[in-house]
């Protein structure tokens, strides 16, 4: 069955699909084809798109990893993947529009990539997706935030509730918060998808009202059944209602 199925498979409480075109856009997805670990080729983006309209977007800010030891995407190769999206999009005549930054590392290169401004940022706000180690918090956490900051830059903490060395320390999303940092939350985490510790995590945010942003992190078509299965409980519902919500700025 696999491990999606299980978890779709378990007794929820749930209610009518959210109409997820309130959201209008997603924020942090991997459809640039064969760059990173994500869509492999062409023909897979263009599913994974039609599945967005599908499901009610209009827009997607999609997101490759930045990493200097694997990943080593820069700008000019995701703009060159997001221009061959964008004439396969408009050749299929998709009501959807896209757009590309990045899901940066925070490891030593990023820095050296905001000192020299070398960064694909998104919104009026200049907004960066960031990453942390899922093992342990990166010893210059603050530092860098600082210098996001300093830079003109907006951070924004991709997938906030999987770093599992935060789960008995909430105290850190608040230091977050009150270092001007953005948190984004995947929608699968909601369903229980990376395991049940996350998912607690997930509904405490949520019902903290700190998340800014919702993300399918979508990397292949399972991911956008975790999403549909997601919009089905009362948790995202109450999610999507909250007025800090920043999607529909994008």
């Known amino acids: 069955m696999g491990i999606f199925g299980s978890i779709f498979s378990r007794k929820e ?12 856009t997603d924020l942090h997805s991997h459809l640039i084809p064969g760059i990173d670990d994500g869509s492999p080729d062409l023909v897979t983006t263009m599913i994974l798109l039609t599945k967005f309209i599908d499901l009610g977007y209009k827009k997607v800010i999609t997101t490759p990893h930045i990493m200097s030891d694997y990943y080593r995407n820069t700008p ?5 993947g997001l221009s061959i999206v964008r004439e396969e999009i408009s050749r299929n005549n998709l009501p959807i529009e896209i757009e ?48 996001m900051r300093d830079q003109g830059y907006t951070p ?22 009150n270092r001007g940092v953005k948190l984004q ?44 299965y997601a919009s089905k409980m009362p948790i995202f519902h109450q999610l999507i209602s909250q007025q800090q919500l920043l999607n529909t700025s994008l």
């Open 13 to 24: 409480t749930l209610v009518d699909p959210a109409d997820l075109s309130v959201l209008h």
């Open 100 to 147: 590309a930054a990045a899901e940066y590392n925070l490891e030593p290169n990023f820095e050296e990539l905001l000192k020299t401004k070398n960064i694909l940022s998104f919104g009026s706000e200049n907004y960066v997706l960031f990453e942390l180690s899922f093992f342990e918090e990166p010893p210059k956490l603050s530092e860098t935030i600082w210098l």
């Open 185 to 228: 939350l995947n929608i699968g985490s909601v369903t229980g998808a990376y395991g049940p510790e996350v998912r607690n995590v997930a509904n405490q945010l949520i019902k903290d009202k700190v998340i800014d942003f919702v993300g399918s992190d979508c990397h292949h078509e399972q991911h956008l059944d975790m999403l549909l």
């Open 156 to 177: 924004v903490l991709a997938h906030v509730e999987r770093y599992a060395y935060w789960h008995n320390d909430l105290d850190k999303y608040e230091e977050m918060v």
């Open 76 to 80: 000019e190769i995701i703009n060159h």
